[in-house]
């Protein structure tokens, strides 16, 4: 499926992945951490805003008992490529010492964001920190990152859909997408 957004310049919607193929991945994923943190009561920690639907599916899958909380970040404002300025926007309210924390992230783009939140989780005296990513783009990574539980590895195209936004939009379409700019976007915007 094709969908052409109305927006300048005009963008293309490609379907990158179904909604079959992302619900494999996350169970593919909840077997992965029920089994790796069975008694370790682990603090799973949704980057916001992005990963909440990713979350929400994922914990729904698992086994065993955990606890949820919530970080924010913000790095791409409004456009597709990371500001690489990462600020803290909302602060987990759990105990964070001693706990086993589980990142959950909707993409590793650049990783800058995830290195800030490692950065972030660290300071707080953690048992163990790992990262659960839905989608890795290991073509942009400006640094070493180390994905536990990595769901689909993507080539380097910005994607929107199952909570991934461009400008804060299409988060709530419920299959992944790649947003292009539409091949003939140089004739539309000189039909102006
Ligand atoms: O690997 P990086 O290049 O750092 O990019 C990945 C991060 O950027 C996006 O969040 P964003 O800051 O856009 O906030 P959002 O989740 O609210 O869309 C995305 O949801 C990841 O959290
Ligand atoms: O490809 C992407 N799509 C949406 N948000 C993002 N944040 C980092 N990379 C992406
Ligand atoms: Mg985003």
Redesign the pocket.
Known sequence: MTIILAVKPPFELKRLYSREEISEVVRRLSAQISRDFAGKDPLVVG?????VIFLSDLVRELSIPTEIDFIG????GNGTT?TGQ?KITAEPTARLAGRHILII??????????EAIMKYFSKHKPASISICALMDKPA?HQVRVKIAYSGFTIPDKFVVGYG??FSQHYRHLPEIFTMEEAPDAGQLASDD
């Open positions: 980057v916001l805003k992005g990963s970040t913000s790095s791409y990371s990462i992230e909707d993409i590793v783009d650049t990783g800058l964001c995830i942009r991934l936004d």
